[in-house]
């Protein structure tokens, strides 16, 4: 069984920063993949950014030049740098993990963005 807990969302004024983390615990597994994706009110789940094992990237349209994933693999935990907030950033943030064993996709239980003056 793998966990992934996420943290770092809040409140936080238009053009301001904050930083998610979200790390993966339990017994022996291989990621293949590590993403973040947001739904906000009323929208469907959208997807932010990854980054693959290998560290290739994507995001976005919406993000880039805004949003910066990074990972630390010795700690199993993915990262979204996110500069240059806007209202429309505000959603439920949630961590990916595209396992390659098990093999699966894990969810975190989502962290909140707010972005309000």
């Known amino acids: 069984q793998v966990q992934l807990v996420e943290s770092g969302g809040g409140l936080v004024q238009p053009g301001g920063s904050l930083r998610l983390s979200c790390q993966a615990s339990g017994r022996s597994f291989r990621i293949y993949a590590m993403g973040w994706y947001r739904q906000a009110p009323g929208k469907q789940r959208e997807l932010v950014a990854t980054?693959?094992?290998?560290?290739?990237?994507n995001y976005a349209d919406s993000v880039k030049g805004r949003f910066t994933i990074s990972r630390d693999s010795a700690k199993n935990t993915v990262y979204l740098q996110m500069n240059s907030l806007k209202p429309e950033d505000t959603a439920v943030y949630y961590c990916?993990?595209?396992?390659?064993?098990?093999?699966?996709?894990?969810w975190g239980k989502g962290t909140l963005v707010t972005v309000s003056s």
């Open positions: 980054i693959t094992r290998g560290g290739s990237t």
């Open positions: 990916n993990f595209k396992l390659v064993t098990p093999v699966g996709d894990y």
